[in-house]
């Protein structure tokens, strides 16, 4: 059964930094893009960052581009969103996800998903 496990989320102030995790298992993933993205109230799901787990070539969403940056340790099978100089903007649930994708910002191309952990940004 695969799993996505998201951590670290939470509440920071404007300007501020935060690190999420997803720790993935239950399959191996050559292959696969793991992804994350958003969702905000009343707001549909966007894309925010991605990246292969076999390469390096990551990709970003504009509104994020030099403020947040995707990385992964594959030993730890584990992906990270850092998120620096963070907006009230940059409120929302953040969900990793995986998939065998070939538009990476489209959300419907993504097979597995986790639960998704708060972000909250105060002005």
């Known amino acids: 059964q695969v799993q996505l496990v998201e951590s670290g989320g939470g509440l920071v102030q404007a300007g501020g930094s935060l690190r999420l995790s997803c720790t993935a298992s239950?399959?191996?993933?050559?292959?696969?893009?793991m992804g994350w993205f958003r969702q905000a109230p009343g707001k549909e799901r966007e894309f925010v960052a991605a990246?292969?787990?076999?390469?390096?070539?990551?990709n970003y969403a504009a509104s994020v581009q030099g403020r947040f940056t995707i990385s992964k340790d594959n030993a730890k099978n584990t992906v990270y969103l850092q998120m620096n100089s963070l907006k009230p903007e940059d409120t929302a649930v953040y969900s990793c996800?995986?998939?065998?994708?070939?538009?990476?910002?489209?959300?419907?191309?993504?097979?597995?998903w986790g639960q998704g952990t708060q972000v909250t940004v105060s002005s």
């Open positions: 239950g399959r191996a993933f050559s292959g696969y893009v």
């Open positions: 990246i292969p787990w076999s390469g390096r070539s990551a």
């Open positions: 996800a995986a998939g065998r994708v070939t538009i990476w910002i489209r959300p419907n191309q993504y097979d597995y």
